[in-house]
């Protein structure tokens, strides 16, 4: 598929969902008030920050994609791992289309964190 890379600029697309559509710099407020950031269990044991923000990116903006380390020290574990959204809503929609999918033998699991 597209890479999500190009797709900086200016082209904040407003799809009209949810009632909260704020300035962005309320929005930029408000993250860090509501936190956009998604705990993610059951990551392939060989997948890479990289291969998850791909897989990802089409959701929204991704500000970070982090793997916790210790949580798969015995070998083919599956991971957990933070990523944080630039918005709620981004956050929101990865967790609705994401949450309970298969990949690679187990399943992943979105939940929104502080």
Known sequence: GPSCHRRRGRERRHDGSGPDQLPAAAAAARTLLDGAAVRVTGVPSEMSEGELRELLCAHGHILSVTMERGAYSAGR????????????????????????????GTKLSFTIVD
């Open 77 to 104: 574990t599956p991971k957990v791992a933070r990523v944080v959204f630039d918005a709620v809503g981004s956050a929101q929609r990865a967790v609705d289309k994401m949450d309970g999918v298969s990949l690679r």
